[in-house]
Each structure stands twice: as structure tokens, then as C-alpha cells.
């Protein structure tokens, strides 16, 4: 079904359409996104196919389009995201809006995150039509604005769902992060996105007694909080084996083997050999606290404030803390564990909270991800399914049902860590790579479509 495409020259093409993105300033703020959907757009209806462009708000332009199957399945959903983060011209090699080739490289602010897979996806919808793939399944492609600022109430994906949600609505989507290569305790693996953290911020307070500095009593806000703080940092939060960490353990110390780190990995699969790894800091500095985060709501102290004067005691004391919870566990959930370690004699303020989710990853589809990366890189030692700390889009797309798996297929060379590139200087995609990536990504969804 593959043989006939000739891959050099999708290589070639793929890399064109990034130039071509990445050449359209899209920083946002503003956004301006309407013109990467109109240059998507373009290149569809050049091609026989029948692309919208919805206008979500002046210049902020979203691109869906569809290629129909026989309706025997539920479509998949291919999305990503056309805004980009502002660049610093003056600290790049190349500057960030040329869309530069350079010692085996596309250049450009987004070529990592994310117009290297619009041009993927995009190249994927045209391959599947020129080829004429006959489809059981639809396949939606969808660019969206504003995943960088936007949060629940975006012109992305968000209004997407609000205002448009049969033209996104899927079994599974495909999107940012994962797909690429990266060491894992010096082994080549591949990471596939299948969870992320939710958020919960909050400001915890505690209230005393006030007075006069030279007298001190036993009711002192500042001592109040400043306990709770400690009880906090020396017990944590307690331990939780979510699917998402179970997958990455199995895989992670399937890749590690029987070495002192694979049989670490595994011990952290029960609450009693999780607390022995980590306090025996095994794990060292790095992977240490990764792997704890994935084992735990976390709630880490960010800020404080109590007190105007060196004399006077103060009424009340706060602390700022940044939590972070697993699926499964809501902000209620989240709360009622903090509270049975910091006390219930404080008081609980929320300032902002977003909720975590999970996809499985025992399906079909991860089945076909997985043996698509390791056909197409016979070194990787595993694919591990992996939960991401921060937050995509995929957060507002699965209050519709439709849940995402990072799967953003790149092979990096074995140098480069993905993740720095990240809104970072000198952002840029191998050119083979993303050669590689259509290759891969097109299979995947031939498989599951066809
Ligand atoms: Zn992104």
C-alpha cells in the first residue's frame, strides 16, 4: 500500500510545506493563524479536497478538513496547532521566520512545536487522497489557532468544541507530544503521550492569634503554616499506580533490563518499593523526581507571604502552592489529600485548576503505533507510554469524548533532546527526519483507516 510512494520526494515536499509554515509569522499574541489556514487550505483544495476555514475571532483562523470513509468505523481525528510562541531574532543561528535549510535541518520558531506536524498530517491527508486509500474511517485533519495562550476559552480548539464539535468529533486523536526518540537511562526508546497531569492551584492560609511582637503565644499564624509546610515537604502526598505510570514502568525496565535500574523500576510498581527507591535516591537527581511526579499529586511551594512588621504578629499567613493531580483523582479528591497532611485547621483557596486525564494504551491503535516506530527504527528499545506534567489541547478536546494520543512521529539524531527545542533558540527539525515521520504516521493511520 506504501510501495508505491516515492519517499525522497514526500521528504522533499513535506519539508516545503514547513518552509512554507514556518515563513507566516504566527506568534502569538497575536496569532494571525488565519494565514497558515489559508495556506493549508490552499494546498488541500489544489488537491481536490474540500477544506473550511472558520474565522474564530479577527485573523484567527482554524482549518478542518475531511477525507470520507464508508462509515463502517468512527472517524480518526489528526489535529495540531498553528500558533507559535514570540522568537528573539538577535539569539538564532538562522532567523525564525525564513524557514531555512541548514546542515540537515528546517529552521524556524514552530519547526519543533508544532508546524513540523502540521506539515505531516497535512502531507498524510494528501497521500491518503492521491493514493486513493480506500478508507473505513473517516480522517480529519484539523489545525487549530491559539494551543499556546488560549486555555479553556482559546480560539483553537476549544471554540472548536463550543462551536463546531461534529466536524472534530472521533474515536481517537492523534497530536503533540511523543513520537520521537529520546534516551532513556542511555537507551534509544520512543515516548507516546498517553496521559497528562491536571493542575490545581491554590493558596493555603493559616490564621493565629495577633499581638505584639515582644509577647509570643502559642496561636501564630506564621508557626501554623510554617508546620504545615514542613509536614508537607517531609510526608508528600501518598502514592498512586496509575495505568499510564504502570505502562511506563513495564516498559521502561523492559528496556533497561536486569541492571540495577530496570529492577528500580520495577520496585516503584508497589507502594512499599516505591518508598524504599526513592528514599534511597537510587534514581539520582533527574529521574528521581520524574518518576516520583508520576507516582503522586505533587503540591510544591511556590510562594509565601505573611507579616508587615518586625513586631507585630500577623493575623494570617499563606502559602502559594503549585498542585499537580493525577487522572483519576479530581480537584475534591486532590484537596481532601492535601488537607490530611498540611490540616484541616487551614483554609483552602483554589486560584485555578484544570483536570488531568488519561487515555489506555492496551488498544489496538497504541498496538499499531508502537510496531510502526519499531519497524521504522529497529534500534529503539522500546516504545513506553508516557504522562506528560503540563498541559496540550488535548484537555479540551476530551470533555467531548475523543481522546488523544501524543503521537507526533520525528527521529531526531541521537544528539538532540526534543524537548529542548521546545520555545526554545535555534528551533528546528531534521529534514529526514520528518521525512520519517510522514512515513511512519501514514502507516499508522493506513492501518487503522484502510
Ligand atoms: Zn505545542
Known sequence: MTDSIHWPAVT?????????????????????????AEYLAGVLRAEGLEPQVLVSAPGRGNLVVRLMGNGQKPPLLLYSHTDVVPAEPEHWTHPPFAGEIADGYVWGRGAADMKDTVAEQLMVMLLLKRQGVRLERDVIFAAAADEEIGGADGFGVPWLVKHHPGLIAAEFALSEVGGYNMNFAGRPVYMVQVAEKGTVWLKVRARGKPGHGSVPHGDNAVVHLAQAIDRLAAQGLPYHLTNAASGFLAAAAASAGDSPLGRALLALKTEAGAAQVFASGALGPDLGPFLYAMLHNTATPTGLTAGLK???????????????????????AFLAELRAVMGDHLEYEVTLDSPPLETPHHTPLFALMADALRAHDPSATAVIPYMMSGATDAKYLAPLGVPTYGFAPLKLPPDMKFMEMFHAHDERAPVDGLGWGVRVLYEVVVKHCA
Open 12 to 36: 522533499a515536499e513535506v519539508v516545503r510545506h514547513l518552509q512554507a509554515l514556518l515563513r507566516l509569522d504566527t506568534t502569538n499574541p497575536p496569532g494571525n493563524e488565519l494565514l497558515a
Open 310 to 332: 518586625t513586631n507585630v504578629i500577623p493575623g494570617v499567613a499563606e502559602v502559594v502552592l503549585d498542585g499537580r493531580n493525577l487522572p483519576g483523582f479530581d480537584t475534591a
